[in-house]
């Protein structure tokens, strides 16, 4: 039995591989939305790991699939220390926060975040000021435990984008905008044993950011839609069954994520027209190929332009010490080339993550730039129950 479960792990492992190798060549990305940043979670672990996000219970209070599981009686806050600056758009940055906090009682769990952007532009001539941009994106997430293997969630955001407006060839754009929008997903996972190892595979579907776009107050600019998006998640947990402390002495995981982008600006039978798909309608409509305008001429986007690829790996030691190496690709149309590093001390009741990125360089994006997180998470259980700590049974002796 243990013999026959060994053989299937080594098949996931394999399988995942290859699956990453397979559509490494379809890595894509594209400006389709005010706020195209939102492509990628800007959160340090799931960063670190190359975006591979609904499969990945990433232990803060940030969750892009609903459906993960949380720790039952334990509220959990997470925030960067400062602001972070995000490269994904535009190419000179944007300054992010993105606090958190999550809870979860019996079968049911619940998580709020809040992302707020801002960054500004050079003016379009020499009579106007600064073009300024800024973002707040808040998510209210709630999930269901079915049983201990399956959950399934639901989530809602609410966009509030504000812009200067600007003229260009005569049409008047930019503004004040809002948009709703709803995130679903499931997870399912489970647990098995060999000799001197436990595993524990998780696989997660999320549909993000589905919605019917923006509604701008003062400006006709309705062909704009949030950064809409299908995630699929694979993950394998590896721990030691040799305990320190009451705890697997080593570890580690391999996750890898792929992303279907379903926002984009696609030309119609007449070259002159541009339609967008809303979020609801590209559930259905977008799974083909279509023209858009690259900035020199026409191309045809494939369907695998449209699906972004990411693995990533994580090595752990006694539960506490962390570090991690991951890395998500494209062709500059939905989200930017990048590949993360980063560590982590995690004593439970507070835990301090790093993560380093390294954005690649590309004729759309420019030169390479680099961008570094730190972001600490609070726990605080308030079920009246004790967790077992390190530090506890190192101070506690």
Do not use: C
Not at 230 to 242: H, P
Not at 308 to 321: A, P
Request: glycine share 10%; proline share 4%; net charge negative.
């Amino acid at each position: 039995m243990i013999h026959h479960r060994s053989n299937n792990t080594i098949r996931f492992v394999l399988g995942m591989i290859f699956l990453t190798m397979l559509t490494s060549e379809g890595f894509s990305q594209g400006f389709t939305s005010p706020i195209q940043w939102h492509h990628s979670i800007h959160e340090a672990r799931v960063s670190a790991l190359g975006q591979s996000t609904a499969a990945l219970n990433n232990g803060t209070s940030y969750h892009a699939n609903p459906a993960i599981p949380l720790e039952n009686g334990v509220l959990s806050l997470s925030s960067f220390l400062f602001s972070v600056t995000a490269f994904d758009s535009p190419t000179d940055g944007a300054n992010l926060y993105s606090p958190a906090v999550s809870f979860a009682h019996g079968n049911f769990s619940y998580s709020a975040m809040i992302d707020y952007t801002s960054y500004s532009i050079p003016p379009i001539d020499s009579e106007s000021g600064n073009l300024d941009f800024s973002n707040r994106l808040f998510r209210f997430q709630t999930g269901y435990q079915l049983n201990e293997n399956f959950s399934i969630g639901i989530g809602f955001l609410y966009s509030s984008y504000q812009s200067t407006e600007f003229s260009f060839n005569n049409e008047t754009h930019g503004g004040d905008a809002s948009a709703w929008g709803i995130t679903a997903g499931a997870h399912y996972q489970n647990q098995f044993e060999s000799d001197n190892f436990v595993f524990r595979s998780q696989t997660g579907l999320s549909l993000n950011d589905i919605s019917e776009g923006f509604s701008f107050e003062s400006t006709d600019m309705n062909e704009t839609n949030l950064p809409g998006q299908i995630r699929l998640g694979l993950g394998l947990d590896i721990s030691s069954k040799n305990l320190r402390h009451n705890r697997p002495l080593f570890g580690g995981g391999i996750y890898t994520g792929f992303s279907k982008y379903l926002a984009r600006w696609e030309f119609n039978d007449n070259p002159s027209q541009v339609s967008t798909p809303s979020g609801f309608e590209a559930l259905f409509t977008t799974w083909n190929s279509f023209e858009r305008f690259t900035g020199s001429e026409i191309a045809e986007i494939s369907l695998g332009e449209q699906i972004s690829t990411s693995i990533g790996f994580e090595l752990h030691y006694l539960e506490t010490i962390y570090l991690r190496y991951g890395i998500v690709g494209g062709s500059d149309y939905w989200i930017r080339p990048q590949n993360g590093l980063g560590a982590e001390i995690d004593l439970y009741y507070i835990s301090l993550a790093v993560t380093h990125l390294n954005y690649h360089s590309s004729d759309h994006w420019g030169p390479r730039d680099n961008s570094a997180y730190v972001q600490a998470t609070f726990r605080l259980p308030i079920d009246g129950q004790s967790r077992d700590t390190l530090l506890g049974r190192l101070f506690n002796r």
